[in-house]
């Protein structure tokens, strides 16, 4: 009887997560700030309450879940990118788009500015352009796969918003240098 070798079962190319090699390097002091910040609502929610004639389970349930709710809002979404994959994850959800086959780019309309990527497969994901400005390698993954897009045909509404992101990189990256040179 020969002793075979077990087969090693290799996941299909698509299904498999990219290593990544971008992140979001502000989102834990982000979280942090947020969960301080429900932290706090709750403790004085509760001092409050104590103060006006005592605690009660039905109230401090009320409390509790006010503050988780706050924690759930202020939450910021984590954002890693590999070559040609740009990932959003919220608290339940996980957005890939595939950013070196990009079909468009845009700003979103609402309170707070948002952009957009969708790919040709129908992926879609949505962050704050914010954590682009704060991480430049994010950024540049980002640029390249859009490149590529261009280039290959499938980025076909977009241009505009990719420039004024690049413009708007470029301007704070230039106050932050003026600011730490001290000119």
Do not use: Y
Not at 30 to 55: F, I, P, S
Not at 65 to 75: D, K, S, Y
Not at 153 to 181: N, P, Y
């Amino acid at each position: 009887m020969q002793h075979m070798k077990p087969m090693r079962v290799r996941p299909d190319a698509d299904d498999a997560e990219p290593p990544v090699t971008a992140h979001d390097t502000t989102w834990a002091g982000e979280a942090r700030t947020a969960a301080g910040c429900a932290g706090l609502l709750l403790a004085a929610l509760l001092v409050v309450d104590a103060v006006d004639g005592g605690l009660e389970t039905w109230s401090v349930a009320l409390w509790v879940g006010l503050a988780v709710l706050l924690l759930v809002i202020l939450l910021p979404a984590r954002v890693s990118a590999a070559p040609g994959r740009l990932s959003v994850r919220g608290l339940w959800t996980r957005h890939t788009v595939r950013t070196d086959r990009l079909a468009s780019v845009r700003w979103s309309n609402g309170v707070a500015q948002r952009l957009v990527l969708r790919d040709k497969d129908g992926g879609r994901a949505e962050l704050d352009p914010q954590v682009l400005v704060d991480n430049p390698p994010l950024w540049q993954l980002v640029s390249t796969a859009a490149r590529t897009s261009l280039r290959d045909g499938t980025l076909l509404c977009g241009q505009t918003a990719l420039h004024q992101m690049q413009r708007r990189i470029d301007r704070e990256t230039a106050e932050r240098v003026f600011r730490v040179s001290g000119l």
